[in-house]
């Protein structure tokens, strides 16, 4: 997907990318400080695991992989 330049939308596109990558509310927000916003919204939806890797399934737990078979650990 080709990204179009931030710095070359009008507030109203702005607030759509943002709305559209994960940012729910920009109403307080200088252009700057959306156009910021939305970058680093960017990268973190990068490093979100692929939809086959099992973090992602929800479930997280406090304990190391195959810690469940251990006696006494819930």
């Known amino acids: ?4 330049n931030l ?3 009008t507030m109203a596109e702005l607030a759509e990318e ?3 990558v994960g940012i ?3 109403e307080h927000m200088s252009t700057e400080e959306i156009v910021e916003a939305i970058e680093q919204q960017r ?3 990068d490093l979100l695991p692929a939809d086959g890797d099992d973090h992602a ?3 997280e737990s406090s304990m190391p ?3 469940e078979n251990f006696r006494g650990s819930s």
Not at 1 to 4: G, T
Request: aromatic letters at 4%; hydrophobic letters at 30%.
């Open 43 to 45: 990268e973190a939806n």
């Open 57 to 59: 399934s929800g479930q």
């Open 7 to 9: 710095h070359e939308m």
């Open 1 to 4: 997907m080709v990204r179009r």
């Open 65 to 67: 992989p195959g810690w």
């Open 24 to 26: 729910p509310s920009v």
């Open 18 to 20: 943002a709305r559209r």
